[in-house]
């Protein structure tokens, strides 16, 4: 047995901010240098990838990615400073609550059934 834990943060308005799936997508953005070769490698279209990314910047105001079309040298999306950070900070909260859930778990289920 192992736990599992989802942890996603909202804004004052209950608003979904990050999760997993944004993070996911953050990070293929990363990899790829595109939001075009991220959102296929995720399974969704680019209107829909554009579109979380377009309405997290709002609820936050601030951009977290740069996103320029053209293709070839002149086009492809990368993080800003500050969306590196987001994401980096966002990583450190999970891997830090994922810690402290597991260990509560094996003190709680020490003796398994």
């Known amino acids: 047995m192992r736990p599992q834990l ?3 943060i909202e804004n004052e308005e209950g608003e979904q901010i ?3 799936g944004l993070l996911r997508l953050l990070q293929e953005i990363e990899k790829t240098g595109s939001l075009n070769k991220a959102s296929e490698r995720l399974g969704m279209s680019y ?3 554009w579109g979380k990314l377009e309405k997290i ?3 936050m105001g601030i ?3 740069i996103r320029r079309s ?3 040298r002149e086009g492809g999306s990368r993080l800003t400073e500050r969306g590196r950070e987001f ?3 966002y990583l450190q909260l999970k891997r830090s609550m994922e810690e402290k859930v597991k260990k509560e778990f094996d003190e ?3 003796d398994e059934f």
Do not use: D, F
């Open 108 to 110: 709680v289920y020490e």
């Open 6 to 8: 989802k942890i996603w």
């Open 63 to 65: 951009e977290l990615v």
């Open 18 to 20: 990050i999760g997993e």
């Open 87 to 89: 994401m980096s900070r």
């Open 57 to 59: 910047e709002n609820r």
């Open 47 to 49: 209107r829909t990838a």
């Open 70 to 72: 053209g293709g070839g």
